[in-house]
């Protein structure tokens, strides 16, 4: 069963890889017949070359980028980013080659080469999805299944089983649980036998992986499983005891030959990860001011200048990255007040002027924060910058509250297209946004980013009802 199960996995993989050449082809070939007129005759003379190039740098770029198609869980998001990432590497790789080979623009025009790129984004993107969804599909049919048992049927053991059953396309067909507490044997979905027994259960049924949730005190039993498994080929998985008190996917490290777990994934702590979102708030934002923001600010100026006396950029101490605080900017909304630095605005607010209402609510008045972008002190996408008294209340009130600190505040973020935008009323309010915020540090993918300017540009055209 395992050499099966292996056979259809290599299968799967080869089938992708076949997609992604007949595409890295295809689109050439449709592309070359396109822009025929704009090719050099030298270049229409070394077709075949151009060929064969394109293909040996989709076999480096997979190497580094390998197909994960198959894995039992692996969500659409992360599918694209391997797509994109692989195209973009293939990318790098085809024009490197043609620098060092002298070829350049005198012999592949840019014009085709970014045609090719830009077709190739969307299809292969479109190619890996599109197998993804069918291998699920196939495994609701009860194929490319992993046969596992999981031994230990304690709290560690009940969740993993829950996880493994929430959908059949993850893949897996859970035979049962091995423990040797009988009390557990009515209470147990399956129960298949003692510890003892695992290794003939195994080998009869023909299983793929041993799931093995036993605390760490049963050291002998989890070593003589695990050199089971390693002798007769069959994966063997330990879920470690903390699983029960550390509920969130954990970074193995390692400190020379004594390996450490760190308890939070954070994706900007990588420098190409800073580089690229950087990279965006500069583009973005400064794009921006150059362009629409002079006239946004002539008619919405004006506008609050005519609705009350006082300033139209209001300017306000908020927390920021690791703690610090600095000064937010937004359009004012409301008529100038003493407490503005410490109430929060409410619905129907009295202080909210008849043009801020309409401000807030379509999250125009966020658009001098665009000016912090581009000093640095905010990104587009990030947890919401917090007065400092709101810092300083839910810090003592909400457990984990600074984690979110970790990051640039943003003018827009996960919690706010998620519905935590506006007035939080009470504690749990809070604690949902600042859940949502820490999800944000633990799984940040620049498509993430993509996604919630997206929607809360959508957001803003239909107006929140949430802001007030």
């Known amino acids: 069963m395992l050499k099966e199960r292996s056979g259809y996995s290599l299968l799967i993989k080869w089938v992708v890889i076949l997609g992604d050449i007949i595409l890295v082809n295809v689109l050439f070939v449709i592309l070359y017949h396109w822009e025929k007129e704009w090719c050099t005759e030298d270049f229409l ?43 973009a590497l293939h990318g790098a790789i085809f024009t490197c080659c043609l620098f060092f080979l002298r070829l350049k623009s005198d012999f592949l025009p840019l014009r085709l080469i970014v045609h090719y790129y830009i077709a190739l984004f969307f299809f292969l993107t479109l190619w890996r999805i599109i197998a993804r969804e069918t291998l699920k599909k196939f495994r609701q049919y009860g194929k490319n299944l992993w046969q596992v048992v999981i031994v230990g049927a304690g709290k560690n053991g009940m969740d993993l089983y829950a996880e493994m059953k929430k959908e059949l396309s993850y893949g897996f067909l859970v035979h049962g ?116 923001f002079p006239f946004f600010y002539l008619v919405i100026g004006l506008l609050i200048k005519l609705s009350s006396p006082g300033s139209i950029i209001f300017k306000q101490e908020r927390t920021g990255l690791y703690g610090n605080s600095f000064f937010c900017y937004k359009f004012r909304s409301m008529q100038v007040n003493e407490v503005a630095d410490e109430k929060q605005a409410e619905k129907d607010d009295p202080r909210v002027t008849r043009i801020g209402r309409f ?110």
């Open 45 to 87: 003379s070394k077709i075949n070359m151009t060929f064969l190039l394109l293909n040996i740098c989709y076999f480096f770029a997979n190497y580094f980028v390998p197909v994960k198609i198959d894995k039992p869980i692996l969500f659409t998001d992360k599918v694209v980013q391997r797509a994109i990432t692989l195209v």
């Open 177 to 292: 649980f091995f423990d040797d507490n009988l009390q557990l044997k009515d209470t147990l979905p399956n129960y298949l036998g003692m510890t003892r027994e695992v290794e003939a259960f195994a080998l009869k049924n023909h299983i793929n992986a041993i799931y093995c949730t036993l605390p760490n005190s049963q050291d002998e039993k989890i070593v003589r499983l695990l050199n089971f498994a390693e002798n007769y080929r069959i994966r063997f998985y330990l879920v470690p005891e903390f699983s029960r008190y550390v509920k969130k996917r954990l970074e193995l490290e390692n400190m020379e030959s004594v390996p450490v777990l760190a308890i939070r994934s954070e994706p900007l702590q990588f420098v190409y990860n800073q580089a690229i979102k950087r990279m965006f708030d500069l583009v973005f934002s400064a794009l921006f001011i150059c362009t629409l």
């Open 359 to 468: 401000l807030r609510r379509s999250n125009l008045d966020e658009l001098p924060q665009f000016i912090n972008v581009l000093k640095g002190e905010m990104s587009i996408v990030g947890p919401r910058p917090h007065m400092l008294k709101q810092t300083q209340l839910y810090s003592e009130l909400i457990d984990k509250y600074m984690v979110r600190h970790l990051v640039k505040p943003g003018i827009t973020g996960w919690a706010q297209i998620n519905g935590y935008r506006g007035e939080t009323r009470t504690v749990e309010q809070m604690e949902g946004r600042v859940r949502c915020d820490v999800w944000y540090l633990e799984n940040w993918t620049f498509l993430l980013d993509l996604k919630i300017v997206f929607v809360t540009i959508i957001n803003t055209i239909k107006g929140d009802k949430h802001a007030y």
